[in-house]
């Protein structure tokens, strides 16, 4: 039922987008194009009760309309904090003092950055059940990052973080451009949660990130490649993905936890220059409806980058 007026808006959108190019230059139809796109958004928004939305989407050559809708406000980063930490990995192994392909033994036994208590790992709470069956045996780092990744492993995330340290993934986060970021900690460290001790990130920030990714300038050339390669193979397809036409080629990282749903990405359109979006949701009680809600805004953000 939600979806039925938001796709009335994308429409509404994109003859509002046209009408402006075939009528202004072009610099100023980019203008137009993001000020129309933040208006139906806005409204699409309105449509959803609680909904609070955050949205930044910017073509990754710096050109074409720039989309930002409460892009600096801070919010719980749920699992698109593993993007960070996969970047870190990618960039400690450019500089040789971390291999990729070398094992670890795995383990789930982690400990609170509040008080040093150990907890570990519900499986049955974790997106990912099959990292679990190798708990006490070598496995390789690259094997964890894509499942972190791919389908979104908890476990493969805190292992992560005994690999790398999560402060310094915020301080490489900083060296790209992400001013307010904050990886502060593994996944279900209780302690933490309740001391408000969490992994926040802003719209603007975790697009910043991801277009570092897109322009080879997170890492390596090789390295964003890979990273890429890994975001491309996303087995979480019900939010972004459902706004885009079929054929748009799209490397991006879901996240979610009670009342916030995200998804950050990487779009490549079939005739057009790739952007980056990121939409970061809270207030929304019903996942399913917070997913429609971002595919509808991924549909009018993508009139909008390739009019």
Not at 139 to 164: F, G
Not at 208 to 229: F, H, P, Q
Not at 252 to 277: M, Q, R, S, W
Request: net charge positive; proline share 5%.
């Amino acid at each position: 039922m939600q979806s039925r007026p938001a796709i009335a808006l994308g429409a509404a959108a994109i003859l509002t987008l046209l009408g402006a190019c075939a009528t202004r230059p072009k610099h100023v139809a980019a203008d137009v194009r993001a000020t129309d796109a933040i208006a139906a958004i806005r409204a699409r928004a309105s449509q959803t009760d609680g909904a609070v939305v955050r949205v930044a989407a910017w073509r990754l050559d710096g050109r074409g309309a720039r989309i930002l809708i409460n892009g600096d406000s801070l919010v719980h980063a749920a699992s698109t904090m593993k993007v960070p930490v996969m970047i870190e990995l990618a960039r400690e192994a450019d500089r040789g003092t971390l291999d990729l392909d070398a094992p670890v033994v795995l383990i789930n036994s982690f400990r609170s950055i509040v008080n040093g208590s150990p907890y570990t790992l519900n499986r049955a709470n974790d997106s990912d059940d099959s990292v679990y069956a190798r708990v006490g045996r070598p496995v390789p780092i690259r094997w964890l990052a894509s499942r972190m990744i791919t389908h979104s492993s908890n476990l493969a995330t805190n292992m992560l973080l005994t690999v790398v340290v999560a402060d310094t993934v915020t301080t490489r986060m900083r060296t790209l451009g992400a001013t307010r970021m904050l990886v502060r900690r593994g996944v279900e460290d209780g302690p933490a949660f309740r001391a408000g001790l969490n992994n926040v990130t802003t719209a603007h920030d975790l697009a910043t990130v991801l277009a570092a990714i897109g322009t080879n300038r997170a890492a390596s050339k090789a390295s964003c490649a890979w990273m890429r390669d890994v975001l491309f193979a996303q087995a979480w397809n019900d939010a972004i993905p459902t706004g885009l036409p079929a054929n748009t080629r799209i490397a991006h990282k879901t996240g979610n936890i009670t009342a916030v749903e995200h998804d950050a990405a990487l779009v490549y359109p079939p005739t057009d220059p790739p952007y980056v979006l990121v939409v970061l949701t809270s207030g929304v009680t019903s996942q399913p409806a917070a997913k429609v809600l971002i595919a509808d805004i991924a549909r009018i953000v993508h009139a909008a980058m390739t009019q």
